[in-house]
Structure formats: structure tokens, C-alpha cells
């Protein structure tokens, strides 16, 4: 089982629609989680952290965290085709150095 | 703002060859990391270091070295580059190894094919 979850995809929704992307987590010390955006041929960028259960707004982005079920998710409103990218998501154990542990990403295709 | 910044954004090397990559901060943080990058394998850890002269293996360490000898610069060596090694090389920094809310940023990216 990996670490770290996710759907590689590609999911496609329709623009205006809800983008919802999933993540699960294989260890319970996990303390905090991280979703990155990554468009084609460039790096990373941060999105959101969450660190306590519930959901924590930004904008058209909302993260999800569950504890208990091990589960993290990102929703993504009024998607724009803009938003079409590989969504990463991440997970900090304190006891590794301080190194993320990065799921395969999720492709997202948002139709005009 | 966090600033990371890569040395190149495309290489091309030969077989053989040794390479050097070069990451700088400019956020004072402790922690630095490389990865690499392919389609369909995702992010892997290569090497990642919590301190000046302080480096520790990652997922895929054979084949690369890595040199910390100032807090800011963070550089992977490929000691003699073999075409299995083309690929998306990212560097990361991140404040601290203790803070567990702090969060990775990563550079451009280098694009590195070997021939």
C-alpha cells in the first residue's frame, strides 16, 4: 500500500461544475497535508494546507481533512479551464526529516 | 516571497559526463530537496538535507551525489550521466525540518537530457 493516495485520473468536469479530488494516507502521525497545483512542464505550486479536521476555505478552493478516515480532499468551485493541472497531495510526518510524501497526482481536465 | 531558483531550465549532456545542478534559496531555510520527476512515476526523492553539510539519502539516491557546503545552495551531482538519468530534476527548500506546518516550495525545474 502506498503512503500516500491518489487517482491518477484524468477526471474531467464540464466549466462552472465542482472539481472534487481525493487523497488517502496510510499513516495516522500524519499532522499536516498539502495540495499542490502543477501544470504541464512546470513545477509545483502550493494551493492549500490543512492541518485540523474540517474543511478550511480559499477562495473558489476548499480542503477537506478527516482524521479518523485518513482521507483529504480538495473541491475546486466554478471550475475554469485555467484549473486544468496535475493536483499533488502531500503529507508531512514529523519524524522524517521534514520531507514530503507526495501521492502520484490527480489530471484534471476542466471542458469549456 | 520564497524565491528557489535553478541553475539551468534545459540541459544536454553526453553519456559519461559529469553534471552539475545548482539550487539556491533565499529564504534562510534548513531544509532542501531534490526530486525528480517522470511520467507516470511522479515525484521521487533523491537526496534532501536538514543543514549545512548535512545530507540524507532519499528513494532513488544511485547514481547522484549532493553537496551542501552553504546554507543557501544545494547542488546534485550526476558523477557520469547515463541516458536513464533524462529527465525533470526539481529542487525544494522548506524552513525547517522541526516545523511540521511549513510548507515545500520548489524551483523550475531543470530539464536534463542525457544523449
Known amino acids: 500500500q502506498k503512503e500516500v493516495e491518489q487517482n491518477s485520473g484524468p477526471l474531467s468536469v464540464p466549466e462552472g461544475a465542482i472539481a472534487s479530488l481525493n487523497c488517502t494516507y496510510s499513516d495516522r502521525v500524519s499532522q499536516s497535508f498539502f495540495w499542490y497545483r502543477q501544470y504541464s512542464g512546470k513545477s509545483p505550486e502550493l494551493i492549500m494546507s490543512i492541518y485540523s479536521n474540517g474543511d478550511k476555505e480559499d477562495g473558489r478552493f476548499t480542503a477537506q481533512l478527516n482524521k479518523a478516515s485518513q482521507y483529504v480532499s480538495l473541491l475546486i468551485r466554478d471550475s475554469q479551464p485555467s484549473d486544468s493541472a496535475t493536483y499533488l497531495c502531500a503529507v508531512n510526518k514529523d519524524n522524517q526529516g521534514g520531507k514530503l510524501i507526495f501521492g502520484q497526482g490527480t489530471e484534471l481536465s476542466v471542458k469549456p | 516571497d520564497v524565491k528557489v531558483t535553478q541553475s539551468s531550465r534545459y540541459l544536454v549532456k553526453r553519456t559519461g559526463e559529469k553534471v552539475f545542478l545548482e539550487c539556491v534559496q533565499d529564504?534562510?531555510?534548513?531544509?532542501m530537496f531534490w526530486y525528480r520527476q517522470d511520467p507516470g512515476l511522479g515525484l521521487r526523492l533523491i537526496y534532501f538535507?536538514?543543514?549545512?553539510?548535512?545530507?540524507e539519502k532519499g528513494d532513488i539516491p544511485e547514481g547522484y551525489s549532493v553537496s551542501r557546503e552553504k546554507k543557501e545552495r544545494f547542488s546534485l551531482i550526476l558523477e557520469s550521466a547515463s541516458t536513464n538519468q533524462t529527465s525533470m530534476y526539481l529542487c525544494?527548500?522548506?524552513?525547517?525540518?522541526?516545523?511540521?506546518?511549513?510548507?515545500?516550495?520548489f524551483g523550475p525545474g531543470t530539464r536534463l537530457t542525457v544523449l
Open positions: 525544494a527548500s522548506r524552513r525547517s525540518h522541526r516545523g511540521w506546518a511549513d510548507t515545500q516550495y
Open positions: 529564504m534562510d531555510h534548513e531544509n
Open positions: 538535507s536538514y543543514d549545512v553539510k548535512m545530507k
